[in-house]
């Protein structure tokens, strides 16, 4: 909470100065600028999802690279997680799969088997609840902490990484990844799958905005604040693989690309792993 008291007494001793030492209506006005300007960084921080103002967000290679990784946020869901993972093993492509904690626990089955078809998983929150960016610390913890403990009990590990819902963070949030050892994970490109039935604008938008080093944000998942139908994005997934392999890019699991450990503890044998 250091960045955001830092920022409130800044704008609250400024405010003061202003009215203290500026005449009459200047000084409301010069009081009421500072304010303005406040608040602007604020939201910059909370609703820019690369920015790490308020948590350590990363969302490209650390160093110059002609490679992408692919991302899957929402699921499980077995109306479309299964499809998702038959094109990438069609493919040869690892991806990451950002999982949300309720449907972990109502899916322990496919979060196994995405985990043993050597895909990574990263935490999406218990709930993707609409508010959820806007909580405090209680809040964001259970949820951050509840996700992380369903996907241990299925793989034997906790995430490392952790997406938050339409990638809004506040300070709170940047507290509890800091105290869980955690990073946050933005985007270089997205293809608004989750809005959009619409495959070919889907794979066109991804294939020609990627960029060297970048994040690519898709969805498995239907629903939570977003359309209820994921057939565009399996059906525009092999278009976007071939489509950036021809413009040379190679596409490596987010882990690989970014140079960060996946989970935050030692991998496990088999017979420590629970299905």
């Not at 449907?103 to 935490?123: A, C, K, T, W, Y």
């Not at 610390?137 to 949820?143: A, C, T």
């Not at 944000?217 to 239907?222: E, I, P, S, V």
Request: hydrophobic share 45%; aromatic share 8%; net charge neutral.
């Amino acid at each position: 909470m250091v960045k955001a008291l830092f920022i409130k007494v800044v704008a609250i001793m400024g405010m003061l100065a202003s009215l203290r030492f500026g005449a009459g209506a200047d000084g409301w006005i010069g009081a009421a600028v500072i304010l303005l300007l406040t608040l602007g960084w604020i939201s910059w921080g909370v609703f820019n999802v690369n920015s790490s103002l308020w948590a350590d967000t990363v969302w490209r290679a650390p160093e110059p690279i002609k490679a992408v990784a692919l991302t899957f946020d929402d699921g499980p869901d077995p109306r479309f997680t299964p499809e998702v993972l038959k094109v990438l093993a069609d493919k040869g492509v690892k991806a990451a799969f950002f999982a949300v904690g309720h449907r972990v626990i109502e899916n322990p089955d496919l979060v196994h088997e995405i985990h043993q078809s050597g895909h990574m998983l990263g935490n999406h929150s218990d709930s993707h609840a609409m508010w959820i960016n806007f909580s405090l610390h209680k809040r964001l913890r259970q949820e951050v902490n509840d996700t992380n403990k369903a996907i241990k009990q299925c793989i034997g590990q906790e995430p490392r990484m952790y997406r938050a819902p339409h990638g809004f963070k506040n300070p709170a949030l940047g507290d509890i990844l800091t105290q869980e050892s955690m990073v946050a994970v933005g985007w270089q490109v997205r293809g608004f799958d989750a809005v959009s039935g619409n495959a070919a604008k889907i794979a066109e938008r991804i294939v020609d905005k990627a960029r060297p080093g970048g994040v690519i944000l898709l969805h498995d998942g239907a629903g939570l604040q977003g359309s209820d139908d994921r057939s565009a994005t399996v059906d525009a997934l092999p278009v976007i693989i071939d489509g950036l392999r021809a413009r040379g890019f190679e596409i490596l699991r987010l882990d690989e690309l970014l140079k960060i450990p996946p989970y935050k503890d030692p991998v496990p044998t088999d017979g420590e792993m629970k299905r």
